[in-house]
């Protein structure tokens, strides 16, 4: 593996550099691709970069505690790392030895249906808050096993992807002839993902009593809908800008559904998601928890786990220094009213973030 032990990252832009030297070009296609015109994806960029920070001076800040609340447990901050397919594409040990990494850090941990390890495999791995998420490709009683053996495993919250009626047009993949080993089966519940609708939400509320979060909400709406629902999350998502081309970027969306649930649930939020201030935004804007696909991926390609724990470690300390320098010592003294509308000044991407990454 060309790294650095792990500890010798300062920045994450020398994760994003070691993992993109460490990962072939199929699995690289893959994490950092979009759908079609990869419109969605710039977008989600765009968003972010499309907003400014408004800092207060003269602040006692020696004590920053950028901690928050997650399913009612504490976590370290107010990150979880995204449900990600193929995740043993990225780690040897695939969600299990994610699931050490989160515990070690304190995040907690969205297991996607199309990962290696299974569920039970990877509850077994560590100690960690975890969330099962499922692609429902079967009926009604395949649901309900997966919603019992979650259960039974002590995940604390049960995940529909709802943003998947069709498989995405992903060009990088289809121009890499990208075989994905997880998607060897999935032609076969295709009309389960297409047909799933407001009326399992509801037989899923009626019949289970594990807290239901619906993700890749993108307007208004739909969360007004969700809520009526009763459902613990909302989680605004356009799946990193793999699924719809030319969507929106989520942190735009953001405002308007968090208007829209009120107190009524929970709004998490992912898509672009990269850097501290990344996070600092969407918590501004109302948002409990910000959702990290792609990052902690390159912190595994980087190092493995302590590659990952590394990256988290970094977006930690971003985290508190862009909090101590808008002059908030908690997460509850943010608001709109730290952020301003204003010109991105770098071009947007799945890497935008990382504006270094080509000097
Ligand atoms: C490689 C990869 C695999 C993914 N697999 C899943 C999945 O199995 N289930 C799911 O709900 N979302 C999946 N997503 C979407 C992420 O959960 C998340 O919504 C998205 O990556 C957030 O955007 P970001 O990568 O810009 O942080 C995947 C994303 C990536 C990059």
């Not at 040990?93 to 070690?104: C, D, E």
């Not at 109302?286 to 990290?292: K, R």
């Amino acid at each position: 593996m060309n790294a650095p032990h792990a500890r010798e990252f300062l920045t994450l832009h020398e994760i994003v550099a070691a993992a993109r030297a460490n990962l072939a070009p199929g699995p690289w296609s893959y994490l950092i691709g979009g759908a079609e015109t990869e419109t969605t994806v710039r977008r989600n960029r765009q968003g972010l970069d499309s907003i400014a920070l408004r800092p207060r001076v003269l602040r006692d800040v020696r004590r920053i505690d950028a901690g928050a609340t997650c399913l009612g447990q504490r976590v370290r901050l107010p990150v979880l790392l995204a449900p990600i397919g193929g995740l043993e594409t990225f780690v040897d040990g695939g969600a299990a030895a994610v699931a050490r990494g989160a515990a070690q850090f304190g995040v907690p941990q969205m297991l996607s249906s199309v990962c290696q390890p299974g569920l039970e495999e990877t509850a077994a791995a560590a100690d960690t808050l975890r969330v099962f998420q499922l692609y429902v490709r079967g009926d009604d009683a395949w649901v309900d096993e997966h919603v019992r053996r979650a259960r039974d495993h002590g995940y604390a919250a049960f995940c529909l992807t709802v943003d998947v009626a069709m498989y995405s047009r992903r060009e990088r993949d289809l121009i890499g002839r990208f075989a994905k080993p997880w998607r060897a089966n999935a032609a076969a519940g295709r009309d389960f993902q297409a047909a799933l609708s407001w009326d399992q939400v509801k037989r899923f509320q009626d019949k289970h009593d594990l807290p239901l979060i619906l993700k890749g909400i993108a307007t208004a709406e739909d969360a007004e809908i969700a809520v009526r629902h009763g459902v613990e999350v909302v989680y605004v998502s356009n799946h990193g800008g793999r699924q719809l081309d030319h969507g929106l970027g989520s942190i735009a969306v953001l405002p308007e559904v968090v208007a829209a649930v009120g107190d009524s649930a929970r709004v998490w939020v992912d898509g672009g998601f990269m850097r501290g201030s990344d996070v600092v935004k969407a918590i501004a804007l109302g948002a409990q928890a910000v959702g990290l696909g792609r990052l902690p991926c390159l912190g595994l390609a980087a190092a493995g786990v302590p590659g990952l724990v590394r990256a988290l470690e970094i977006l930690e300390e971003e985290i508190l220094t862009c909090l101590g320098l808008l002059g908030v010592t908690s997460l509850a003294e943010l608001g709109p009213r730290h952020l301003a509308p204003a010109a991105p000044v770098a071009p947007p991407g799945a890497l935008g973030a990382f504006p270094l990454l080509g000097e």
